[in-house]
């Protein structure tokens, strides 16, 4: 399903094997996408893009979608509890929240009580001069694709000036079991990492 500039409330609805994402929103629509599963699709679960209007996406389960489970790419969002799971095809990289910003615009994000596992790279992947707050949720068991399709697997991974603008926060949250690291942070980040519980990854906490 495709909106642009459009007002959108899709709710208990389920979405599954499209041969692009889920569900996509573009050029400034406003929505609310909630109850929802959204699974199986050939790109991303949900994903916006260049929307500067405030788009929620709450209490959805997104699962085994090939690319990422919720893409927010130049828009601003808020993406509270959901269960994102088991992103990746099995053979190649892919993440569990993906946060970019570099295009036509910037990405203002809060992250906040998700469960992300299983994914087969990085569990929340920032890029990007984006801002935001990831806060109080449950990271585990990401970066399990196979030795040598991924060259990093971390909880939460920051990367290329994100919080460059106004410092990333990043605090409240539990990860176990992340392959390389619990929280990686590379390239120009600016953030705030503060009271997280981060144990049993392979490289290290942080």
Do not use: K
Request: proline letters at 0%; charged letters at 15%.
């Amino acid at each position: 399903m495709l909106a642009s500039a459009s007002v959108l409330e899709l709710r208990h609805s389920s979405i599954d094997g499209s041969a692009l994402s889920g569900v996509g929103l573009f050029l400034d629509a406003v929505a609310i996408i909630d109850d929802n599963l959204v699974a199986n699709n050939l790109h991303g679960g949900i994903s916006l893009s260049g929307s500067t209007a405030e788009v929620l996406i709450t209490a959805n389960e997104l699962r085994e979608n090939a690319e990422y489970g919720v893409g927010v790419f130049d828009s601003l969002a808020i993406i509270d509890d959901n269960l994102v799971a088991d992103t990746g095809d099995g053979t190649s990289s892919a993440d569990g929240i993906v946060v970019g910003a570099g295009g036509a615009g910037s990405a203002n994000v809060e992250i906040r009580g998700n469960d992300v596992h299983g994914c087969a790279r990085v569990g929340i992947f920032v890029s990007g001069d984006a801002l935001g707050i990831i806060d109080d949720n449950l990271v585990g068991n990401n970066g399990n694709a196979p030795v040598g399709a991924v060259e990093m697997g971390a909880g939460i991974w920051l990367q290329q000036g994100a919080g460059s603008s106004a410092a990333f926060h990043v605090t409240g949250n539990e990860l176990s079991g992340n392959a390389y690291v619990g929280i990686g942070a590379f390239g120009g980040v600016v953030a705030i990492i503060d009271d997280n519980l981060v144990g049993s990854t392979q490289r290290g906490e942080i």
